[in-house]
């Protein structure tokens, strides 16, 4: 299997977990998003430390790293911030679908952190799927949920920029279980301070769901680390959109969430985008 077909059935693998992490966290239930944050990155960390171990990669970055891993930690929590709290207060598969505006960001910075050169083609594709994320978030005075999505939009950009960084630490060597690792500690961190002043007590079923999530989440950290180790995001960021697929199956079953047309349409376009950079892409290769 070459390098690109890993990197695609990782990419696989990561959006169904991540579909899962999602699903979890909605039913973890009306807890802060903060505290939500904490129990999953909690998990990420405490799985990746003991493969760190077992396999005696050591907790030292490689040399030169360091700030691509402050880069990776601090964009990687804003977007887990962001999509919980959209996944909290808008249907599971906008919230999912607004996240998803990542692999685009992810090009967009990757023009500066991998000096990878984005075709007038390239950029025309993305200013369309931002016109799609547009359906999907609403922008109007008249929208309840606007800042939610608002936030969500927020918390894309912020994974684009974590995987992003993610190829560059891989290029430069980086063990994938280091990255989980900085990342999954650094996030704890951050939010420890509200969970030691501000802590909402939780039920034993709201704990069972948070730890679920935790290790759904550290099964996607660890496969989408891996898929953009292997391959650039413009050749198997398409495949990232099969989570929409499993966050809609999970919303329809699990909470009865019918999305409306007009999100549909801006599904529809972010979809169709996301192909279209996929076909061009290839034809550019060949």
């Not at 070459?2 to 009306?30: E, H, P, W």
């Not at 900085?182 to 948070?210: D, G, H, K, N, R």
Request: a positive charge.
């Amino acid at each position: 299997m070459n390098q690109k077909y890993k990197g695609i059935l990782c990419i696989l693998t990561s959006a169904f977990c991540f579909a899962t992490m999602n699903m979890f966290v909605r039913l973890a239930g009306d807890l802060p998003s903060i505290e939500k944050s904490f129990f999953r990155n909690f998990v990420a960390m405490i799985i990746s430390f003991l493969l760190i171990v077992k396999n005696n990669d050591g907790f030292k970055w490689n040399k030169g790293n360091l700030s691509l891993m402050m880069v990776r930690a601090i964009a990687g929590t804003v977007g887990i911030l962001g999509n919980f709290y959209a996944i909290d207060h808008l249907m599971l598969s906008d919230a999912t679908m607004l996240n998803k505006l990542s692999p685009f960001f992810a090009i967009i910075f990757s023009i500066f952190l991998m000096n990878e050169k984005v075709s007038l083609s390239q950029s025309l594709i993305v200013i369309c799927a931002f016109i799609g994320a547009l359906f999907v978030v609403k922008p109007t005075f008249d929208n309840v949920n606007l800042l939610a999505a608002a936030i969500g939009f927020l918390g894309g950009l912020g994974a684009g920029l974590a995987y992003t960084c993610v190829r560059k630490l891989g290029t430069k060597g980086e063990k994938s279980s280091r990255i989980v690792f900085f990342f999954s500690t650094f996030s704890c961190l951050v939010t420890f301070p509200y969970i030691l002043f501000a802590y909402e007590p939780m039920t034993i079923l709201q704990l069972i769901c948070l730890l679920c999530a935790g290790l759904a989440a550290a099964g996607g950290q660890f496969a989408v680390t891996a898929a953009y180790t292997y391959a650039p995001a413009k050749e198997i960021s398409v495949y990232d959109y099969s989570q929409v697929i499993f966050a809609a199956l999970y919303g329809l079953i699990m909470f009865g969430q019918i999305p409306d047309s007009i999100s549909i349409i801006g599904y529809l376009i972010i979809i169709l985008m996301a192909i279209v950079m996929f076909i061009y892409n290839k034809r550019k290769e060949n």
